[in-house]
């Protein structure tokens, strides 16, 4: 038996603690070692393409032209970890502090209730000497919205059908929102508050933007505007109802400012198919908790790196059942973990009744 990822996303799905080499050794016997599973680990994967290798027979099963490609980051904490590049510092929004974390970005392919990842990308930084004051700094050699215009389009590039890409405000600007555009498909975002619009396509041509504090908008009327960069209008609406309205990167909740490139779509539409968002949680959230993310002790960048491609993989290999069984990720999960502790309950009345302990306590 050797090492692969089809066996290892098993063990990460049927593991509940540390899924280091030498957990994994002993799990199967010894069948395999523990330098075996190192070696795995060590080896260069292509993400990209072993990621869509994985998930393609269910892209094609389930596609649309109808689906949503949702795009978000997420940390994966390492507060005692090193810097190395693929661990870096980086503001957590949610604890509203620094923290030192590997940080990765998410395509994910979205008909229905089906969440199915498409295009993974690591962020990795360098060290660089900066030009301007001569500091060296760790710096990635793109930002995240030039590694999401990639993931754009090798998505485009795989033939994945759909309608809309949804983001939260990080990424609404004109560069990616035309990026879209250019291949025929739409974009619906939330915005931020130091966006400028004209009113009118004359308004456009001569130049007269002005800040979209100062525009009257009300709540659920969407209205036709002009951004910066952009040809064609974009309808922006203002929602106040609350709901399951998404935090943006800035932490702020409040009002939610909504941008589409749709010009054809009514205001419940637009929050509507925007709440629909909240699957890429969902996805950050099982990897988590499911698929073994955040239990490797790997701390070289090639062992870590393999380590979260097979996390998400393993996400596959979950969504896939959880279509067979009828269930979510996370009724899964307990399902394995109430086995797991039958057959230890079991093993350790076992070694009760061999050692003639079973007496020793009152019933």
């Not at 998404?246 to 490139?261: A, I, M, Q, R």
């Not at 999960?333 to 079973?358: C, F, S, T, V, W």
Request: with cysteine.
């Amino acid at each position: 038996m050797q090492t692969n990822l089809d066996l290892y996303t098993d063990y990460l799905l049927s593991s509940f603690g540390q899924t280091s080499a030498t957990n994994m050794a002993r799990l199967l016997d010894d069948q395999i070692s523990h330098d075996d599973v190192t070696r795995f680990l060590s080896q260069s994967h292509q993400i990209g393409p072993t990621l869509w290798k994985t998930v393609k027979p269910l892209v094609r099963k389930h596609q649309t032209d109808q689906g949503l490609l949702l795009v978000d980051d997420s940390l994966l904490h390492k507060p005692h970890s090193q810097e190395t590049g693929l661990v870096s510092t980086y503001f957590d929004h949610t604890n509203n502090e620094y923290t030192k974390a590997i940080n990765f970005l998410s395509l994910l392919y979205r008909v229905d209730d089906i969440l199915l990842p498409v295009g993974p990308h690591i962020v990795i930084k360098y060290w660089q000497c900066q030009l301007k004051d001569k500091k060296q700094v760790w710096k990635a050699p793109q930002t995240k919205n030039e590694a999401f215009r990639d993931l754009l389009h090798q998505a485009h590039q795989n033939a994945i059908p759909f309608r809309y890409v949804v983001a939260d405000s990080w990424y609404t600007n004109a560069e990616n929102i035309n990026a879209v555009l250019s291949i025929k498909k739409h974009w619906l975002g939330a915005f931020k508050t130091n966006l400028e619009v004209a009113l009118s396509k004359q308004d456009r041509a001569n130049g007269r933007f002005v800040s979209i504090s100062s525009v009257s908008l009300a709540v659920g009327v969407p209205r036709e505007v002009y951004i910066r960069s952009v040809a064609l209008p974009v309808l922006i609406c203002k929602d106040r109802t609350g709901g399951p309205v998404l935090p943006n990167k800035d932490g702020s909740v409040g009002e939610l400012l909504l941008l589409t490139t749709d010009i054809t779509m009514s205001y419940q539409q637009i929050l509507t198919t925007y709440q629909k968002r909240w699957g890429i949680e969902e996805y950050h959230k099982s990897l988590k908790n499911n698929t073994s993310l955040q239990s490797s002790p790997a701390r070289s960048i090639p062992a870590q790196s393999t380590h979260l491609l097979a996390s998400v993989c393993a996400f596959v290999k979950l969504e896939r059942l959880k279509l067979a069984e009828s269930t979510n990720q996370f009724a899964l999960k307990g399902r394995l973990y109430i086995k797991a502790i039958q057959a230890a309950l079991a093993e350790l009345r076992l070694m009760q009744q061999n050692n003639l302990l079973a007496n020793i306590l009152p019933a």
